[in-house]
Each structure stands twice: as C-alpha cells, then as structure tokens.
C-alpha cells in the first residue's frame, strides 16, 4: 500500500527557512505530478507548489521566489524549501502525489501533514 510520509516541518522565526521532505513508499509503478498543499486554521487547503515528472516545477503567487520545490524520482521524493519564511506561511503542509499502484489505477495519494510555525 502506497503511503506518503512527509517530515521537516517544526518552528521558526520569520525571515528564516525551512525544508519539507515527503517520501513515497509501498509498490509504486510510476509516479506523476508531486506537490504540496497547506492549510492553515480555519482556511481551506491551497496549492503551494507542483512538479511534474520531469521537472518543471510551478508555484502560488504568494510563494514564488521564497519557496522551491524539486523532486527526486530515484527515491520517490519530493522537496520543499522554504526560505524568507513568513508568520502568514504558518499552516499544515500536505504532501500530494499521483501514483500509479500495484492496482495499476492512478490515483491522488496525500500524507498526513507536518505543521510549520513561523513566528514573528
């Protein structure tokens, strides 16, 4: 069973930066798009970031030029750096993948969260 586990996150003071790490494990035949979500207390969940299998990457207006997602397929990884960190950034960052399992459907896979704090 595939799973995502996401790690990285913790507290911080603004201007400072941080980096999210989210590995995919289980039986996985490919893995497509890589990205993450945040959401923070009383929000909805919002896209931060994506990047597709080779590499091109895209980003919210509120993150560009702070944060940088990459990715590395040999180890089904997915990265977010995060720098220039913000009080406003504080929220739960979601992991999100779409794999392809051992079902051979393809289906969106998420992980459990890991909460960021930026103070002030």
């Known amino acids: 069973q595939v799973q995502l586990v996401e790690s990285g996150g913790g507290l911080v003071q603004a201007g400072k930066s941080l980096r999210l790490s989210c590995a995919a494990t289980?039986?996985?035949?490919?893995?497509?798009?890589m990205g993450w979500y945040r959401q923070a207390p009383g929000k909805q969940r919002q896209w931060v970031a994506s990047?597709?299998?080779?590499?091109?990457?895209n980003y919210a207006d509120s993150v560009k030029g702070r944060f940088t997602i990459s990715r590395d397929n040999a180890k089904n990884t997915v990265y977010l750096q995060m720098s220039s960190l913000k009080p406003e950034d504080t929220a739960i960052y979601y992991c999100n993948a779409r794999i392809m399992d051992v079902t051979l459907a393809t289906r969106d896979y998420w992980g459990r969260g890991t909460q960021v704090t930026v103070s002030s």
């Open positions: 990047i597709t299998t080779g590499g091109t990457a």
């Open positions: 289980g039986t996985i035949f490919s893995m497509n798009s």
